[in-house]
């Protein structure tokens, strides 16, 4: 899993500004999820829902300042105690100390916080810290090939390879460092000025042409350029960076695939590659995530299985991360626990068509207001043509939240008509129907999986 990996600066996904050629290997021997969504596009929230199989008001880790509580049963655990070996390397970022370190694991070292891409501390089961030199993307690699070395070639096992890159402040290795010499492309609605949006949109602090700081681009903006030369500068300084820590992750993801290949674990080793969420680059002129728009809310997901999923294969189903805990359970004929909310996506990936699957996706984000991003709180719903989004825009109290409250608002978009989501179409009259069915499709969404929604207090006006 890496950190802020968009899907589609994913060769596999149609990328148009970059190559990942180790990363659609795993795609070509086995499916792509076409449609995979987030729940909550932040790190800590997903990576706690990836764990759990649950909702971020089930396991508690709502916003970056809740921590998660390690007495939760996460697929590890019961990986674990079905007898697999289990480790994680890499990064955590759900908390430290007894009541939020891993869990679940025979083996775990992993960065504080977010980490440092050079020369990154690391901490071991012990609780000790040390620094171990070099460049993190390769380092966790490294930690991964040892642990596959020293286990028992006898049991199973699980190994969790947790990147930091490719996480802000984008620091490339010196293999890669000069990749990119030519302009790389500039998405589409990079010049969207969120006319057709809420006003969460346009109180949001992401954009690249005004919000990156000089440890972001590493560079001083040169002079004399007028506003639209300094936003394209600063896109291909953000963007150039931003994709040649990609590159290093693509090499070590082929790393691990030729590992595999020369110990005989191909045939019988289920490999994914994720993220923990989407991520802007550019789109709508931002960096960063946080929104339900697309780039943010949609995460790649490739799989190799080769006894059991077809190569090259692909299914749009509607598939979640709080899915992926009961995928990887069933494929290792574990039972889920009780408590998981999600979805086994083995029959779809087996190409099964599954009558019942779910038409809808819910998304809630809880980090209202933040004192860097500034992105509202806001829940909706997503089917396969359309999108409703409701700003609630109030902190509830939570931590890491604003006690500021702004106005609610909606936005609806048609995701056939328009779909860089640049126009909601919520007050026009032709989509009155299919505004009333997606109200209605989100109050059983939410009741389905238990978060009530949210009402305003009777101090807040309107």
């Known amino acids: 899993m890496a950190d802020d990996h968009a899907a589609h600066a994913v060769g596999a996904y149609g990328s148009k500004i970059n190559e990942t050629p180790h990363i659609d290997r795993i795609a070509a021997g086995g499916a792509l999820l076409e449609n995979c969504f987030c729940t909550n596009s932040l790190c800590a929230p997903s990576r706690a829902t990836i764990l759990t199989g649950t909702y971020n008001h089930v396991n508690g880790v709502q916003t970056l ?19 697999y070996q289990t480790a994680l390397v890499g990064k955590w970022h759900l908390g430290h100390g007894p009541e939020h370190d891993p869990r679940g694991f025979d083996y775990w070292e992993v960065v504080p916080g977010q ?36 286990r028992d070639p006898q049991r199973p096992f699980c190994l969790l390879v947790h990147h930091k890159a490719p996480h802000r402040n984008w620091e490339p290795d010196d293999k890669h460092r000069d990749m990119y010499v030519d302009d790389v492309a500039v998405p589409g609605s990079f010049d969207d000025d969120h006319s057709g949006h809420a006003a969460a949109a346009r109180a949001a602090r992401m954009r690249v042409d005004r919000d990156l700081t000089a440890n972001d681009i590493k560079e001083m903006l040169p002079p004399h350029l007028d506003p639209d030369e300094a936003a394209l500068w600063t896109y291909q300084r953000y963007i150039k960076d931003y994709l ?17 290949d020369e110990h005989g674990l191909t045939d019988d080793t289920i490999v994914v590659y994720t993220s923990d969420q989407g991520f802007f680059l550019g789109d709508h002129g931002w960096y960063d995530k946080r929104f339900m728009y697309e780039e943010s809310l949609r995460m790649p997901f490739l799989i190799r299985y080769p006894a059991e999923i077809p190569a090259g294969s692909t299914t749009n189903a ?4 709080v899915d992926f805990a009961q995928t990887f359970l069933d494929y290792a004929d574990v039972p889920a626990d009780a408590r998981m909310q999600g979805r086994s996506l083995r ?4 190409g099964e068509d599954v009558d019942d699957w779910r038409q809808s996706v819910y998304y809630r984000y809880w980090e209202h207001d933040d004192d860097e991003h500034h992105v509202w709180a806001h829940y909706g719903v997503r089917t396969h043509d359309h999108k409703l989004v409701y700003y609630y825009a109030d902190g509830l109290g939570l931590p890491g939240t604003s006690a500021t409250a702004q106005e609610p608002e909606w936005e609806l978009f048609d995701l056939r008509a328009d779909p860089w989501e640049m126009r909601s179409v919520y007050d026009d009259p032709a989509y009155a129907r299919i505004r009333t069915t997606l109200t209605d499709e989100l109050a059983r969404v939410q009741q389905e999986c238990g978060d009530a929604p949210w009402q305003p207090p009777t101090s807040v006006t309107g």
Request: net charge negative; hydrophobic share 40%.
């Open 244 to 260: 040649r820590c990609v590159a290093s992750v693509d090499d070590n993801v082929g790393r691990l695939l030729d590992y595999l």
């Open 65 to 83: 300042s809740t921590e998660f509580d390690n007495r939760q049963l996460v697929f590890p655990e019961l990986l674990r105690r079905a007898g």
């Open 318 to 321: 509607l598939a979640m991360n």
């Open 115 to 150: 980490g440092r891409y050079r020369d990154p501390v690391f901490i071991g089961m012990d609780g000790t810290e040390q620094v171990r030199p070099g460049y993190c993307t390769n380092i966790i690699t490294d930690l991964a090939v040892d642990w596959l070395d020293q």
């Open 347 to 350: 029959p779809l990936l087996r």
